[in-house]
């Protein structure tokens, strides 16, 4: 089992807080003679696989790594052009890392105010008045579970389909935000999380949750 991430978000739906708990890696890496059997393309400035998939590698994923080295988008280590040092022969053999990106901030942002608008169609789509919004959104490799508060702050927690107590966990971190971040006299309402305390508990109880399940009166 396992917890992915934490969003908070404000009720404007501005992301103020982000924590990555637990990222699995999926990454594959693999030597290639020239040409190279897969179409690569860039997107949103990566270079992602258009076309072919072999030994894990799938459509998405992204280049990572080039001989060992990290790119930078759409550029190696040292500022070449990932396509055309691909498209040379003189390159060859060559190894290259595939994976998924890793979320930018700014796609973060971006992700957190997106869902804050899909919460509030949800809510509106609703034949009953008063319906809430979006709680929870499953697909096969994880759950995006959601709880808004009356003041309309909304707590996210990504996790294992398999987790439990992920109910019990949202008003915990809650209850954390109430205490750790409300209370803090230099804490201003609506903006970014920056206390030391709060990530401290936050990591404590996913760290709990993870291994215990729903939290318990007291806990």
Do not use: W
């Not at 550029?75 to 930018?104: C, M, Q, W």
């Amino acid at each position: 089992m396992a917890i992915f991430s934490v969003y908070v978000v404000n009720k404007a739906g501005g992301l103020i807080y982000q924590l990555d708990h637990y990222a699995p890696r999926a990454d594959t890496e693999k030597t290639f003679s020239f040409p190279l059997d897969l179409v690569l393309r860039p997107h949103d400035e990566r270079v992602v696989v258009a076309f072919g998939q072999r030994d894990g590698i799938r459509v998405g994923h992204a280049v990572l790594a080039i001989n060992g080295a990290e790119v930078n988008g759409r550029f190696t280590a040292d500022g070449k052009d990932v396509l055309e040092f691909l498209g040379n022969p003189a390159n060859y053999p060559v190894s290259i890392r595939f994976g998924r990106h890793r979320l930018s901030s700014n796609e973060k942002l971006m992700l957190a105010s997106m869902f804050h608008s899909l919460f509030a169609i949800g809510s509106q789509l609703s034949p009953e008045i008063g319906s809430s919004g979006i709680e929870m959104l499953e697909t096969d490799t994880f759950k995006l579970h959601c709880f808004q508060t009356l003041t309309g702050i909304k707590f996210m927690v990504l996790a294992d389909p398999r987790q439990a107590g992920i109910d019990s966990l949202l008003r915990k971190i809650y209850e954390i935000y109430s205490d750790f971040a409300l209370k803090n006299p230099f804490y201003s309402l609506e903006m970014p999380i920056r206390c030391e305390l709060f990530d401290q508990n936050l990591k404590l109880a996913l760290e709990v949750a993870e291994k215990a399940g729903p939290f318990g009166p007291g806990s």
